[in-house]
């Protein structure tokens, strides 16, 4: 029953209101974040810190101010999601080298499609079907409220993507094996079992990475694509795709993996305060015994 409340009472009356009033939103929203309400500070400023280690002081807590007035924008437009219309979406993601999908696509090839939790990947969710001639699918975590998580996914694939849970990812791949089908990965979370990980150095961290899109990649011999996810100025962004392989197996364990975190690496040494350093994604330590699942 919260969750509806906090639905209908505020969420949804929020997403309805004009962009230019939800950036006045956003700005009391990083002010709260500034001085009363510091969200996650030792979080945040410990990741930077961490990853920024040349940097001064003074260069991390600016870092630290330009996320914290992005994260508002994130948040009201992510609200905003509830009840934006398609027209809106295009205008405000444009997507650059669209053709690689239907290149994969002549040759047979399924996509396994990677990106970072960088800039607005929710605004990219209600985009991403458009982009590419192939059925599309995304894997996510479910949520803890039922009502809401159907809500969610509602929202994220009421414009073509498909929403998977994890724990259904592999039989949703196995049934649509024999066509070629494309899969988002958000790949930069911290992984539930650091036994079970791939480990290497990300932002000059010993970091435990998600096997998941090299050895989907592998397994049903698919091309791996980075999309390159960049703002263009507040409420627009702009889409790169990249072809990282179409011969996963070509590589060694690892590789892959490896690979795109060194292009979002690039990313965020690029634009920092656009990644998302409210997560804890270095809270594993490298166990002594690794177990390989590739």
């Known amino acids: 029953m919260g969750a509806k409340i906090l639905y209908y009472?505020?969420?949804?009356?929020?997403?309805?209101?004009?962009?230019f009033l939800l950036y006045r939103v956003s700005d009391f929203i990083f002010l709260l974040f500034k001085t009363v309400f510091p969200y996650r500070k030792k979080v945040v400023l410990g990741n930077i810190q961490r990853s920024f280690p040349t940097k001064t002081a003074a260069e991390h807590k600016a870092i630290m101010n330009k996320f914290y007035r992005h994260l508002g924008d994130i948040f009201v437009e992510s609200f905003k999601n509830?009840?934006?219309?398609?027209?809106?979406?295009?205008?405000?993601?444009?997507?650059?080298?669209?053709?690689?999908?239907?290149?994969?696509?002549?040759?047979?090839?399924?996509?396994?499609l990677c990106g970072g939790h960088y800039n607005n990947w929710e605004l990219y969710a209600l985009a991403a079907a458009d982009h590419t001639p192939m059925p599309i699918m995304a894997i996510y975590k479910r949520l803890s409220n039922a009502w809401f998580d159907k809500k969610m996914r509602v929202t994220r694939g009421k414009f073509g993507l498909q929403l998977v849970p994890t724990v259904e990812t592999s039989e949703w791949m196995a049934k649509h094996k024999d066509e070629p089908f494309c899969s988002v990965y958000g790949?930069?979370?911290?992984?539930?079992?650091?036994?079970?990980?791939?480990?290497?150095?990300?932002?000059?961290?010993?970091?435990?990475?998600?096997?998941?899109?090299?050895?989907?990649?592998?397994?049903?011999?698919?091309?791996?694509?980075?999309?390159?996810?960049?703002?263009?100025?507040?409420?627009?962004y702009e889409i790169f795709y990249e072809l990282v392989t179409e011969t996963p197996n070509d590589y060694p364990s690892g590789a892959i993996i490896e690979k795109i975190h060194d292009i979002l690496a690039s990313e965020i040494e690029r634009e920092p305060q656009y990644w998302l350093w409210t997560h804890k994604r270095w809270k594993h330590?490298?166990?002594?015994?690794l177990t390989s699942i590739l």
């Open 285 to 289: 330590k490298r166990p002594a015994e």
């Open 82 to 112: 509830f009840s934006v219309r398609k027209s809106s979406v295009d205008q405000r993601m444009k997507a650059n080298n669209t053709e690689i999908f239907q290149q994969m696509k002549d040759k047979g090839k399924g996509v396994v």
């Open 187 to 236: 790949f930069d979370q911290s992984p539930a079992n650091p036994k079970k990980s791939h480990w290497a150095q990300f932002l000059n961290q010993d970091t435990a990475m998600y096997y998941g899109p090299e050895r989907h990649a592998k397994q049903y011999d698919m091309a791996v694509v980075y999309g390159k996810l960049r703002k263009v100025k507040r409420g627009h």
């Open 9 to 19: 009472l505020f969420l949804k009356p929020v997403s309805l209101l004009p962009y």
